[in-house]
């Protein structure tokens, strides 16, 4: 029998996909740690109730060892109550012919109430992973109406596209995705992300690095190609699967907090969207973009000196100027 106390762990949108997938990873602690006990705490509309009720059914028959007690609610202020973790994964989805502003309209004020709850509820040290899309302009919104809470407690999450580039790359060069380090994902979750493999590198059994680039050997497909497949990765599932991305979403939500609380390992750095603060790699301050981070002791901290080419700069500037359109567009809705 687990010997600790448990933790509050919060996931919402808890009747919809990602979490069908999520949850299973949770309970079987491949997220907080295989000794760690969890109240799961399960967000969703009051519509969905039921649906949610059903998944509980499930989580039981699954006889977790480690899930604790479960609370199902449509009520932010119960869902985020002592909450030393938040998953944001619920969300108003996209829907055929909508437009990216029309999902930030209807997303903030979704993101606006649960920052208040937080804010108001939630330990001051919880950590906060933001997935429901527009994922990093839900982010701001939620710290901006959260403001007893650090910033540094709010992400987003950017690891799925992280993930979609190290696979990609691994099959380019004819390796295990595993062997694959510190690719990183600049910027919005969007089409306009920026999947950096400039200091990616190649880890052989033996501990040998070798750069991606001399690795792969074809720069015109890392400049051109690749790119493009990482950014479009999640609409290319959609079209095959008549289904967003949903197995995968959840085993990056899971590997973003693992990451979060177990921290990275030496030489390895990891990305998520952070709270900028106009100091690194000249991007403005007040925007959720996504970094190269390194996490000690649950401090997460940007990698600083990354040697930045003329190619990437222009990349992450395209990506900036969108997040920055965006947050004008989300907190004009909320004020
Ligand atoms: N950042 C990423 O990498 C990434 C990747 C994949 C999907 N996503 C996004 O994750 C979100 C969830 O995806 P999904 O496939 O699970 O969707 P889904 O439609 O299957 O489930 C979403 C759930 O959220 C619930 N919900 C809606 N409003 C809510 C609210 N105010 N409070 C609590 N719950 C609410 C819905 O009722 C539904 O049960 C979407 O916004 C999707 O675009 C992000």
Known sequence: MAQKEPINV???????????SLLPLICRGNVFGEDQPVNLHLLDI?????????????????????VNKIVATDDPMVAFKDCDAAMLVGAMPRREGMLRKDLLEKNAGIFKVQGAALDKVAKKTVRVVVVGNPANTNALVTSEF?????????TALTHLDQSRARAMVAERAGVNTSQVKNVIIWGNHSSTQYPDVEH???????????SVKKAVGDE????????????????????ARKLSSAMSAAKAVADHMHVWWHGTKEGEFTSMGVMTDGSKYG????IVFSMPVTIKDGVISVVEGLEISDFSRDKMRATEHE???????ALKIVQ
């Open 10 to 20: 919060c996931v919402t949108g808890a009747a919809g996909q990602i979490a069908y």
């Open 46 to 66: 009051t519509p969905m109730m039921g649906t949610v009720n059903g998944v509980i059914m499930e989580l039981s028959d699954c006889a977790f060892e480690l």
């Open 146 to 154: 959260a403001p007893s809470i650090p910033k540094s407690q709010f």
């Open 200 to 210: 990616a590198v190649i880890v052989s059994a033996d501990g040998a690095r070798t």
């Open 220 to 239: 015109a497909w890392l400049h051109g190609d690749f790119i493009k497949a990482v950014q479009t990765r999640g609409a290319a599932v959609i079209k």
């Open 283 to 286: 991007i403005n301050a007040g």
């Open 323 to 329: 997040l920055q359109q965006e947050r004008e567009t």
